[in-house]
C-alpha cells in the first residue's frame, strides 16, 4: 500500500515536473537532489527576492531562509503543484513580509543608494565613459524607483510575470488570487510603470 | 492575429502609443539586472541547515542503524515469549485458596449473640408450629 502510493506520488511529480520528483528524493534523503534544485533555483529567487526588496543583502539572507523552509519541509512535501509555484510562493511570502516589517526606513535608503551591487546592461560598450555610466545609473535609479513604487502584490506579479516569465495561472497560485486577479494587477501596474517609464524611449 | 494587430496599429494613433509605451517599460525593466550573488551564498545555506539538526539528532545519529532493526527484533522477541508463555502455562487452573480477607473473623459483642440465638429459638418453635408431628424437618 505504502508503496504504491509512492508510486503514485512518483508519477504525478513527474507529470507535474522534473523538479518534484527531485524534492520528492530529497524528501527520501537525496541531498544530491536539494543541491540540483539549489543550483537549478538559486538565481531566479535571488534575483526576484533583490527586485522585490532592492537590497542585494536582504535578498540573499531572504533567499537563504527560502531554501531552509525547503529543506525543512521535505517530509511534509506533497507534489500538489509544480515546484516553483510553491518556492516562489515562499520567496513571495517572505519578500512581503520583510517590506512590512521594515518598509519606512529600508526602502528610502536603498532608492538613494547608489551601492546597491545591480550592474547596468551595457549593450553598446563594455567600457562606457563617465557620462555614458551616469547616464545608465540615473536610468536604472528610474526604474528601480517606479518598479518601488508599486504596491507589493503588484509589484511582485510583475516581476513574476516579465522576468520569470510566469504565465497568469501559475502567478494566481503563488499570490493565492484568481487569474482575473492577476490580469488586473498587472494591467495596473504596468498603467503605472507606463505613466513613469515612457519619456525613456 | 499578428497582422491583424499591426493592421490596426498603423490605423490607431492611441493604440499605436500605447504599444511604443509598454515596449519602452519593456526595454526600461530588461535593463535592470541584479548583481553577482556571494561566493558564500551556498556554503552559508548548508551551514544554517545543518545548524537545523538538533543535538538529539546528532546523538542519536550513529544509533539509527540499530534504532532501524530495533522495532522488528523487539516484535519478533515479542512474539517468542507470548508464544514460550502460553507452551508453558499449566493444563488446569491452580487451586482457588480463600484470600485472607474471607479467613477474618469478626469478633462479635455478646449482644449480637444473644440477639442471633434469640432468632434461631423462635425459629424452631415456628416450625414445631408449622409441622407438629415432627421435631425435625423430614429431607
Not at chain 1, 526606513?105 to 550592474?119: I, K, N, V
Not at chain 1, 565613459?129 to 536610468?139: G, I, K, T
Not at chain 2, 517468542?80 to 502455562?89: I, Q, S, T
Request: net charge neutral.
Amino acid at each position: 500500500m505504502k508503496e504504491r502510493v509512492k508510486t503514485d506520488m512518483g508519477s504525478l511529480a513527474a507529470t507535474l515536473d522534473f523538479d518534484a520528483e527531485l524534492m520528492l528524493r530529497v524528501k527520501e534523503g537525496d541531498g544530491a537532489s536539494f543541491t540540483i534544485l539549489l543550483e537549478k533555483h538559486r538565481l531566479p529567487v535571488i534575483h526576484f527576492l533583490y527586485r522585490m526588496v532592492q537590497n542585494q543583502g536582504v535578498a540573499e539572507e531572504l533567499a537563504q531562509e527560502v531554501f531552509l523552509r525547503v529543506y525543512r519541509s521535505r517530509e511534509s512535501y506533497e507534489p500538489t503543484a509544480k515546484f516553483t509555484t510553491w518556492l516562489f510562493r515562499i520567496a513571495t511570502h517572505l519578500a512581503l513580509n520583510s517590506l512590512r516589517d521594515g518598509k519606512n526606513q529600508r526602502l528610502e535608503e536603498r532608492l538613494d543608494d547608489d551601492s546597491s551591487g545591480a550592474p547596468v546592461r551595457q549593450v553598446t560598450d563594455k567600457k562606457p565613459s563617465v557620462e555614458q555610466y551616469m547616464v545608465n545609473q540615473a536610468r536604472l535609479d528610474e526604474v528601480r524607483r517606479a518598479v518601488a513604487t508599486l504596491p507589493e502584490k503588484q509589484r511582485a506579479a510583475v516581476l513574476m510575470h516579465k522576468y520569470e516569465e510566469m504565465e497568469y495561472s501559475q502567478i494566481a497560485k503563488v499570490l493565492n488570487c484568481s487569474e482575473s486577479a492577476v490580469k488586473s494587477l498587472l494591467f495596473r501596474a504596468y498603467e503605472t510603470l507606463r505613466a513613469l517609464l515612457a519619456h525613456m524611449a | 492575429m499578428r497582422a491583424q494587430i499591426e493592421q490596426h496599429l498603423s490605423a490607431c494613433p492611441a493604440c499605436r502609443k500605447f504599444a511604443a509605451n509598454q515596449r519602452t517599460v519593456w526595454q526600461a525593466l530588461d535593463s535592470w539586472e541584479p548583481a553577482e550573488v556571494s561566493i558564500d551564498f551556498d556554503r552559508k545555506l548548508y551551514q544554517r541547515i545543518e545548524q537545523q539538526v538538533t543535538w538529539w539528532t546528532r546523538l542519536t545519529r550513529p544509533l539509527n542503524p540499530l534504532f532501524r532493526n530495533a522495532v522488528p527484533i523487539a516484535a519478533a522477541a515479542g512474539l517468542v515469549m507470548v508464544a514460550c508463555f502460553l507452551m508453558n502455562r499449566p493444563a488446569t487452573a491452580p487451586p482457588v485458596t480463600p484470600s485472607e480477607e474471607s479467613a477474618v473473623v469478626e469478633t462479635l459483642q455478646p449482644e449480637q449473640v444473644e440477639t442471633a440465638l434469640e432468632d434461631m429459638e423462635t425459629l424452631r418453635e415456628f416450625s414445631h408450629l408449622v409441622r407438629p408431628d415432627s421435631a425435625e424437618p423430614k429431607m
